[in-house]
C-alpha cells in the first residue's frame, strides 16, 4: 500500500516562488516504484502533466508550460519528492497532485495521468497577478 502527502502549496504573487513536497510511505519499500511526477488541475481545465522524476537514476521531464521554471528533485533518504517553482505566473494557479508509477514490464507515457497507480490529496496553489 502506498500513501503520498502533499503539502507547501499556498498563495503567491507572480514572479514568486513556492515548493512543494510529496512525501510517500510503501508498504512494500521502494523497489517497485518506477518514476514519481506532478499534475496539475485547474477550475474547469483536465488534468495535465508537469513534471516527472525516475526512481532509479533520476531522468526529469517538465511540460513546456513550465521547463526552466519549476525543477523536480527526490531525496531518496526522506522518501520525498519536490516541485521547485519559480518565476509562477497566474495560470500555474491549480490544484497540484503527486502521482506514483509502478514499475511494469513495458514503457509507459510518464505524460499519461492513466500510468500512475497512486495519487496524493492535492495542494492548492494560487499565483495572484
Known amino acids: 500500500q502506498v500513501q503520498l502527502v502533499e503539502s507547501g502549496g499556498g498563495l503567491v504573487q507572480a514572479g514568486g516562488s513556492l515548493r512543494l513536497s510529496c512525501a510517500y510511505s510503501a508498504s512494500g519499500g521502494t523497489s517497485t516504484i518506477d518514476r514519481v511526477a506532478w499534475f496539475r488541475q485547474a477550475p474547469g481545465k483536465a488534468r495535465e502533466f508537469v513534471a516527472t522524476?525516475?526512481?532509479?537514476?533520476?531522468?526529469?521531464g517538465y511540460a513546456d508550460s513550465v521547463k526552466g521554471r519549476f525543477t523536480i528533485s527526490r531525496d531518496n533518504a526522506k522518501n520525498t519528492v519536490y516541485l521547485q517553482m519559480d518565476s509562477l505566473k497566474p495560470e500555474d494557479t491549480a490544484i497540484y497532485y503527486c502521482?506514483?508509477?509502478?514499475?511494469?514490464?513495458?514503457?509507459?507515457?510518464?505524460?499519461?495521468?492513466?500510468?500512475?497507480?497512486?495519487w496524493g490529496q492535492g495542494t492548492q496553489v494560487t499565483v495572484s497577478s
Open positions: 522524476i525516475k526512481w532509479s537514476g533520476g531522468a526529469t
Open positions: 502521482a506514483l508509477g509502478l514499475r511494469t514490464g513495458y514503457s509507459r507515457a510518464y505524460y499519461v495521468s492513466g500510468n500512475y497507480e497512486s
